[in-house]
């Protein structure tokens, strides 16, 4: 059985907008009672929205806020998971609180200019991630367009590569071609011919033949050598000595 791990705890954040009560707290109430995933709880000057988005292993809120309106003041407190970014979670935060404002505006307003420095603190975070990760991306950017460029001179040494030795193997191609055209040749001498040659070597050479020297001399094979220089005894035309 796999063991269990233990959950992360959130970190927890927050923040106080001043405000101001202009009508009853019942009405906020009967405002936000139409909102079906939070949970309210009234007291007698104040009145807690809870909003629990999700659990723990042990039931236990883990991404959660609580908005708590008083007469004078509005206080946030929330969550903030590991895997959450804290500046999208504040965010996240502000959005909701405004929707939550914008339902019980009849009732209760808050200072906009503390609220404004609350929305612009978040969007100057939002802003400076974004370069950051920005920047990051621009870094890995340069880094695989320096790859590119390597890789591109890398490709046309290759090339330049392939180039010279299709042009090695073309020239060896045709030194071959030109090998096997000239043995073929050879080859195709008659025995009669060569007769002729290796008795005019042995006449040219005292009565003797060296065997390697012709063949390199004529381009012969050795055995076909020896074979004519068997026909020759045999026939009577030469003498083996011993």
Request: proline share 3%; aromatic share 6%.
């Amino acid at each position: 059985m796999p063991e269990a791990t233990e959950t992360k705890k959130p970190a927890i954040d927050g923040f106080k907008i001043k405000g101001k009560l202009k009508g009853k707290i019942s009405n906020i109430v009967n405002s936000l009672q139409s909102i079906s995933f939070i949970e309210i709880a009234q007291e007698k000057n104040a009145i807690n929205i809870a909003y629990v988005e999700s659990k723990d292993i042990n039931k236990n809120p883990y991404l959660f806020s609580i908005v708590k309106i008083k007469e004078d003041e509005v206080e946030v407190v929330y969550s903030i998971t590991p895997e959450i970014s804290p500046t999208k979670r504040r965010m996240d935060i502000i959005r909701y609180l405004l929707n939550i404002l914008s339902l019980i505006g009849d009732d209760y307003e808050v200072d906009n200019k503390v609220l404004l420095q609350i929305i612009d603190e978040a969007l100057k975070k939002v802003t400076q991630s974004i370069s950051l990760d920005y920047s990051k991306l621009y870094t890995e950017y340069d880094a695989l367009k320096k790859e590119v460029a390597d890789l591109k001179k890398k490709n046309e040494r290759l090339a330049q590569q392939v180039d010279a030795l299709t042009s090695q193997n073309y020239e060896l191609k045709s030194e071959n071609d030109q090998l096997k055209i000239r043995l073929e040749q050879l080859e195709k001498m008659s025995d009669e011919a060569l007769k002729v040659k290796v008795q005019n070597w042995i006449i040219e050479h005292n009565g003797t033949i060296n065997l390697p020297d012709f063949c390199k001399t004529h381009n012969v094979p050795e055995r076909r050598v020896e074979e004519i220089l068997n026909q020759l005894v045999s026939e009577g035309y030469l003498v083996a000595v011993d």
